[in-house]
């Protein structure tokens, strides 16, 4: 293979590397290094506008009043992006959505939410809404209207992501709503909302982070070729096969004895540890501090071997009785130097 290269200094052949004016240089986003793709787009549209449609049956059952609920964009910001694109005062619902990490935002005008609240209590819902914080009675009725609309979220995205939305509270000030990280990248799914004569925006926040690596599976699968898919099932085959032959590492445990600090640091060479595993039970077999099996101990030729078993071997009938008739002397925790018992050799 061959490579045609410039020296420094010398012109380029006229002709060869011309670039037109959209090859140029393009600005990297280094707040977005992941971006969303069509197919993802796709995803969220399709979820949201199922949330739609569950949001404008609901206030139209509860509110008693023609509503329309329309998603009309879906983005992926910042969360301080999110946070200047609301007014100051306004309604919004936190809401936790486990098993996925991070905190769900319903927001709504402050009107709306009045407006609301003046349908919820039989009135009409037209006119100039107070621009205050709601009161106890107001927040109460609000807030059995937010629970069921951030419970349709959960059937939404059920085709996507299973998760339970709880909500935490209610925050009027943008600023004090911390659902999140100011450099932490969310998706912002704005709606329409036509509620009876009113018009207003509603937005509904997620972490793109704990969404994105369920969309990645839920749209990985319609973009592989039958080609790809039969080289990943076979990488995945060969992987499975290659574990199976990769050595582990086993240990072969007594049960573990306790010492005081003192004791410990005053261990000495030629110092006998009794040890409080029972002379008849098995010894633990262990890979990655994970018992797994019990085995006895033995000998195989020259070296230490051990007999793995299905369940603890019980004592002669002649040692359990003679067990249970003497009582047992309490163990000493360390010895100095005293004379080998028979027991220690065979330990």
Same mark, same amino acid.
Request: aromatic share 4%; charged share 20%.
């Given at each position: ?10 012109g ?67 969360y301080?992006e999110?946070?200047?694109t ?28 009045m ?44 085709? @996507? ?6 909500v ?29 004569a ?7 926040? @997620? ?30 085959r060969?992987?499975?096969?290659? @574990? ?30 009794? @040890?409080?595993h ?51 002397p ?8 005293p ?9």
């Amino acid at each position: 293979m061959t490579a045609e290269t410039t020296p420094a200094g010398s012109g380029a052949p006229r002709g060869r590397h011309r670039r037109s004016k959209g090859d140029g240089p393009k600005p990297y986003d280094f707040r977005r290094p992941t971006k969303l793709s069509r197919e993802h787009v796709r995803s969220l549209q399709v979820a949201f506008e199922t949330f739609a449609r569950q949001w404008s049956t609901l206030l139209t059952s509860s509110l008693r009043v023609v509503t329309q609920v329309t998603n009309v964009s879906i983005e992926q910001v910042t969360y301080a992006e999110y946070v200047q694109t609301l007014s100051n005062p306004t309604v919004m619902a936190l809401a936790t959505i486990e098993p996925l990490d991070g905190q769900a935002v319903l927001e709504m005008p402050l009107a709306t939410a009045m407006t609301s609240v003046d349908h919820l209590l039989g009135g009409p819902g037209t006119g100039d809404q107070p621009n205050r914080p709601l009161s106890d009675i107001e927040t109460a009725l609000l807030r059995g209207l937010i629970d069921r609309t951030v419970l349709e979220l959960r059937y939404a995205f059920d085709a @996507l992501v299973r998760f339970d939305p709880q909500v935490q509270g209610l925050e009027y000030n943008p600023q004090f709503a911390q659902a999140a990280s100011a450099s932490d990248m969310v998706i912002v799914a704005t709606f329409e909302l036509d509620l009876g004569a009113e018009g207003s925006l509603a937005t509904v926040c @997620l972490p793109f982070a704990s969404l994105m690596p369920h969309l990645e599976a839920a749209t990985g699968h319609g973009v592989l070729s039958d080609r790809e898919r039969a080289a990943r099932e076979a990488a995945g085959r060969h992987l499975a096969d290659r @574990l199976e032959s990769v050595p582990v590492e086993v240990t072969v445990r007594f049960e573990p004895a306790r010492l005081t600090p003192s004791t410990l640091v005053a261990l000495q060479v030629g110092d006998v540890l009794p @040890l409080p595993h029972p002379v008849a039970a098995p010894l633990a077999v262990t890979a990655a501090d994970v018992t797994f099996a019990s085995a006895v101990p033995g000998a195989q030729g020259k070296r230490l071997a051990c007999l793995v078993v299905d369940q603890p071997v019980a004592p002669p009938p002649a040692v359990a009785a003679r067990g249970a008739a003497a009582p047992r002397p309490a163990p000493r925790t360390t010895a100095r130097r005293p004379s080998q018992p028979a027991g220690a050799s065979r330990a």
